[in-house]
């Protein structure tokens, strides 16, 4: 245990080593047994073969973020091998695993229902980036079973990108199973915090499957790409560690339940290099094996606020870039995902939400000077509902986008699609009190007056919620509901700085301290409707409140209705 601690280490996935050997001679036709007993040594030849041939890299050190039985495994950073693109890998290499492939193909043709062959096969066929063979093999050639190859089959969709086919296969897979195997295939418990892990701890088998996926589908990277590829990603590691069992392991080591855990909760390896060591606790000298992903490895789960009350998310309620969370993704499409200062509001159209945003990535060096697209994604459940694409974006912008939409998020994302980086925002969205008095929310704009439109405020919305103490700023929202033709509405906004205690807030209303936590204004007004909608704006003067962060509140009430309330937090710099 300790010797194997001492020569594997994990960089973006695991420590592998690989057995010696060379690859043996294409296999004679036989029984099914020595078919077998053949392709097996083949298998095992051509990982000792491709281990000797390992591009060059240092020996990863440093204290694990994670240490999972005989592993240790770290993120890295952003400016680490991860975020380089892999060596071309050796012709000769090719070749053998080109033969490899090629014996995999007699012997699934020599014994059709061997499940550890047809694994074998689509593994190495998608490694060689032959996706069209892997499914094609997966759909029409494989007769291990249902279960089994329509899970190879959305294991190469997945690999391929091709992520709504994945899905779809993975569905029928799950269904071909027995309810206990299914359980088996959806248990997420280990990529999920204390909290939520309990949770799903709780549920039958059948109430898992439903967790797993709406909490994996809430946590897709980017909605402009796909909602289904961190739901896929779990059950392409799922098909990945099975494919594992009983085969020549990267790390020559047998294959247990702590690479199990790893793959799942952090995936496997794009590529692989070495680094020589002297011998350590042992006189065998050993190579240094360390597993690279395609990107950083971030942490897309929800926490239980978005599972609970989805359309009261924030951009508190994810927390991508942590390095000890207990599960990571990165993502093909994108080598880093940062957080992307920007502006959400939504305003209701009929049955509709109508939702601006504004954003100012100009800070985010991963993405200056980069072909942009930018999508303001409104989702539900696992169903994009609205949608505005924008292929020629900047770093700084404006979106609308529309949809019906009673409860769920949005998802402004930025990505730069060639060089595979991408910044987002999610909050959710919500037509509040779709019957009835309601406000919309507030938005803050920087342009001059006090329109009645959103039209005349959506282009100039502040880019994020960071408010500059030093000039009046401007509030816009909509009152929704209002029956009376004439109905007054009495309006109160205050913005409260966090963190002030009751007594001196008491002093400033005695005026025996100076009054820069907050400020209040009250007035009444009948409101001006156009098609049932009336539009409203202030602008207020922040210069005399102290840098931090504030409550803006807004409470309206109008007669023969309850008050309505919406806020926003801000940040007065």
């Known amino acids: 245990m300790l010797t194997l601690l001492a020569t594997l280490v994990v960089a973006f996935g695991q420590t592998i080593t690989f057995p010696n050997g060379t690859a043996g001679p294409m296999f004679p036709a036989a ?46 950073d952003e400016d680490g091998e991860e975020d380089k693109d892999p060596p071309l890998e050796p012709p000769a290499v090719r070749e053998r695993r080109a033969a490899l492939i090629t014996a995999l ?67 029928t897979s799950l269904s071909a199973m027995d309810s206990v195997e299914r359980c088996r295939w959806v248990d997420i418990s280990d990529l999920l915090d204390d909290e939520l892990r309990d949770r799903f701890k709780s549920l039958d088998c059948a109430a898992r499957a439903r967790f797993a996926r709406r909490t994996l589908i809430l946590g897709a990277p980017l909605y402009s790409v796909a909602t289904t ?24 080591e047998y294959w247990a339940n702590d690479e199990r855990e790893l793959v799942i909760r952090y995936g496997w390896p794009r590529w692989y290099s070495q680094a020589e060591t002297g011998p350590m606790l042992t006189m065998e000298f050993r ?62 159209r009929g049955d509709s939400a109508l ?52 409860s769920g998020l949005a998802s402004l994302e930025l990505r730069a699609p060639t060089d595979k980086r991408a910044a987002r925002l ?31 405020v959506r282009d100039s919305a502040l880019t994020s919620n960071v408010v500059p103490g030093s000039r009046t700023v401007g509030v816009y929202w909509e009152a929704y509901g209002l029956d009376a033709p004439a109905s007054p509405v009495r309006y109160t906004l205050s913005v409260q700085q966090v963190g002030v205690g009751w ?35 202030v602008r207020l003067d922040l210069s005399r409140l102290r840098s931090g962060t504030y409550h803006m509140e807004l409470t309206a009430h109008a007669d023969g209705a309850r008050s309505t309330v919406a806020a926003r937090e801000i940040i007065i710099r």
């Not at 978005?306 to 093909?332: F, I, K, M, R």
Request: hydrophobic share 40%; glycine share 8%.
């Open 426 to 456: 999610r909050v959710g969205v919500a037509t509040r009190d779709s019957l009835g008095f309601a406000l919309s929310d507030l938005l803050l704009y920087s342009a001059p007056g006090a329109p009645t439109a959103l039209a005349d």
């Open 31 to 76: 029984d099914s047994a020595g078919v077998l007993r053949h392709v097996r040594s083949a298998q095992s030849s051509f990982e000792s073969f491709r281990r000797t041939r390992l591009p060059r890299g240092d020996r990863a050190s440093g204290p694990c973020d994670v240490r999972i039985g005989r592993y240790c495994y770290w993120r890295g």
């Open 287 to 348: 190579p240094s094996i360390t597993g690279h992903d395609s990107g950083m490895p971030y942490y897309f789960l929800p926490t239980t606020r978005v599972l609970d009350h989805v359309a009261e998310t924030t951009a508190d309620d994810w927390h991508l870039d942590d390095p000890t969370a207990p599960a990571g993704y990165a993502p093909t499409f994108a080598r880093s995902v940062h957080e992307l200062p920007a502006q959400i509001a939504v305003f209701r």
């Open 503 to 537: 007594m001196h807030r008491a002093a400033e209303r005695l005026h025996l301290a100076d009054p820069t936590t907050g400020l209040r204004v009250q007035w009444e007004e009948v409101p001006q409707r156009t098609n049932g909608i009336a539009g409203r704006a």
């Open 105 to 171: 193909d007699s012997a699934a043709r020599m014994i059709p229902g061997d499940a550890w062959v047809a694994g074998q096969l689509v593994r190495y066929l998608v490694e060689a980036e032959r996706f069209d063979d892997a499914l094609a093999f997966a759909r029409r050639g494989c007769l291990a079973g249902t279960a089994w190859c329509a899970a190879l089959g959305g294991f190469a969709a997945h690999q391929a990108g091709r992520f709504p086919l994945a899905d779809s296969l993975f569905t």
């Open 229 to 252: 590829d961190l739901w896929t990603e779990h059950l392409a590691r799922v098909t990945r560690a099975r494919i594992a069992e009983k085969s020549a392991s990267p790390d020559g």
């Open 355 to 406: 939702v601006v945003a504004a954003w100012d990535a100009r800070r985010d060096t991963t993405l200056l000077g980069r072909s942009l697209q930018s999508a303001l994604v409104l989702a539900h459940d696992d169903s994009v509902v609205g949608i505005t694409i924008d292929s020629a974006a900047h770093t700084t912008g404006h979106a609308t986008a529309i949809g019906r939409i009673d």
